[in-house]
Nanobody, 119 residues
Framework: QVQLVESGGGLVQAGGSLRLSCGAS????????MGWYRQAPGKERELVAG???????YYENSVKGRFTISRDNAKNTVYLQMNSLKPEDTAVYFC?????????????WGQGTQVTVSS
């Protein structure tokens, strides 16, 4: 089992910045990829940014150049630095961990943190 706890959400004006953090505990040695998803009201959950065990990253097109995902393996923590925030970035942001067990891959989710960007 892996437990994920997010922090860092809040209310910010357009153009501002926030940094989300996600701390992992439990079977952290089995974690491969980690990522940040978001879900806005009435919309499906979407992958915003991901980072693999080797450090490779992925960004959804609308956040490229504004968001940066990073990972501190020593602290079992993944971060999402969000700059130049826009009202359309408003959503609940969820941390995800992909965990490789001998029995297969499992995905774990945090509880979510609200990000609200005012215009």
């Amino acid at each position: 089992q892996v437990q994920l706890v997010e922090s860092g959400g809040g209310l910010v004006q357009a153009g501002g910045s926030l940094r989300l953090s996600c701390g992992a505990s439990g079977d952290t040695g089995c974690i491969s990829a980690m990522g940040w998803y978001r879900q806005a009201p009435g919309k499906e959950r979407e992958l915003v940014a991901g980072i693999g065990g080797g450090g490779g990253t992925y960004y959804e097109n609308s956040v490229k150049g504004r968001f940066t995902i990073s990972r501190d393996n020593a602290k079992n923590t993944v971060y999402l630095q969000m700059n130049s925030l826009k009202p359309e970035d408003t959503a609940v942001y969820f941390c995800n961990a992909e965990v490789n067990y001998t029995s297969g891959i499992k995905n774990y989710w945090g509880q979510g943190t609200q990000v609200t960007v005012s215009s």
